[in-house]
């Protein structure tokens, strides 16, 4: 077939640079299949010197591990991240559960890291398999049964065995290649914010559990933290409407004393909503992350979940290739489905059950979680096992 100078023909057209798209960009590079990787905004550089910025994710030690095997968590060590070695739940300050990274004899239960950094770490590990258009993005889609072609708002056309869309929640992709969702909007919105501490930088993240919903703490490095705050989402749009300073004499009244005496720095909110697409592929078009579904970030889990969804994708792809089969078959992407769907399902049904239960000011409910969280503080396996499926492990 001839092509003209706007016309690309590639292996795989990834649409979405963020972490997950990144990842997915970098394994299937690094394995020989040249990709195309279309995103809107390159990351901004790193500034040693800048504050860090209000959107972190917990990095287990699943997606720790695949990372460093891609080679860019290493690149992300030489930036800012935080790790932390204890976990901690509770609905009343006396009544703590730990979870301990020496528990399962691991040296930290996961990292908290800035997602812009992250997803650089990735990028600055592309190599020649990567060809990047950006920014751009996609104006149209047509499919066929041996290929997709993207056409993109540059007027340049990309011709693939296989589009893979990672362009988020609100995904322009999903909604081209026809796939409906479902799910619903929270009551509850969340505010974060970055705090400086009294302290020096911390080892543990927390969660306390009450009727309005969850409030946490995250460790940054050095004397600083980020502050998670689930409220009723008018509540909250008040709360951001706050000065710094105003802000940080009502999140001292609302959190529990061990949060001391913090400063906000800056702050933000967004709504919460559970989505999920109701097929994770169309013809030759693949879902990963939050354009396959978006959950309750109630145990930070979200990235996590595209991470796993990355990984088993791309290692399906992989493994065609080297078989010499479709990359695109609907063979392939039925498998990816069906090991990804349920179990993505599991920890959003997982989350809204912890939703419920703690969120809920009923009595006999409210004994029920004490009764729980009291038995759980003394049981070294069940400490043990939450620990492991906090981490990642099987």
Request: glycine residues 6%; neutral net charge; aromatic residues 8%.
């Amino acid at each position: 077939m001839t092509t003209t100078a706007s016309e690309h023909n590639i292996d795989i057209s990834i649409v979405g640079g963020g972490m997950v798209g990144a990842a997915i960009a970098l394994a299937l590079s690094q394995a020989g299949i040249r990709v195309a990787l279309i995103e809107k905004q390159p990351p901004a550089e790193f500034n040693a010197g800048s504050a860090p910025d209000l959107r972190v994710s917990s990095i287990n030690l699943a997606s720790e591990a695949w990372l460093t095997r891609l080679g860019s968590w290493q690149a992300l060590e030489q930036m800012r991240l935080c790790p932390y070695q204890r976990l901690q739940a509770f609905e009343q300050p006396h009544s703590i559960v730990s979870f301990n990274a020496v528990d399962i004899k691991r040296s930290h239960l996961g990292h908290i890291v800035e997602n812009n950094l992250l997803q650089l770490a990735l990028w600055q590990q592309f190599g020649a398999n990567v060809q990047l258009f950006c920014p751009a993005s996609v104006s149209a889609l047509q499919q066929n049964a041996d290929s997709a072609t993207l056409l993109l708002d540059s007027g340049e056309t990309l011709i693939s065995k296989l589009v893979i869309a990672a362009d988020g929640a609100n995904s322009q992709l999903r909604q081209l290649a026809g796939i409906g969702t479902n799910g619903w909007q929270y009551r509850q919105a969340c505010l974060v914010a970055l705090v400086n501490t009294p302290y020096p930088q911390q080892d543990v993240t927390w969660q306390q559990f009450t009727p309005t919903g969850p409030k946490a703490f995250l460790p940054l490095p050095g004397n600083q933290g980020s502050i998670v705050w689930y409220d009723e989402a008018t509540r909250v749009k008040q709360l951001a409407a706050l000065s710094p300073a105003q802000l940080t004499q009502e999140l001292v009244k609302a959190f529990p004393a061990q949060i001391g005496a913090v400063e906000v720095v800056n702050s933000s909110w967004f709504p919460l909503a559970r989505m999920d697409a109701n097929r994770y592929y169309a013809g030759r078009v693949a879902l990963a992350g939050d354009a396959a579904h978006t959950i309750n970030p109630l145990a930070g889990q979200g990235v996590n979940l595209g991470f796993a969804d990355a990984k088993l994708l791309t290692e399906l792809i992989i493994d065609a290739r080297r078989h010499n089969n479709d990359i695109g078959s609907e063979q392939l992407l039925r498998s990816y489905q069906r090991k990804r769907k349920p179990a993505n399902l599991l920890m959003m049904s997982a989350m809204d059950g912890f939703y419920q239960v703690f969120g809920n000011d009923i009595t006999p409910l409210r004994k029920l979680r004490q009764l729980a969280l009291s038995v759980a503080a003394r049981s070294t396996m069940l400490k043990t096992l939450v620990a492991r499926y906090a981490v990642g492990s099987e």
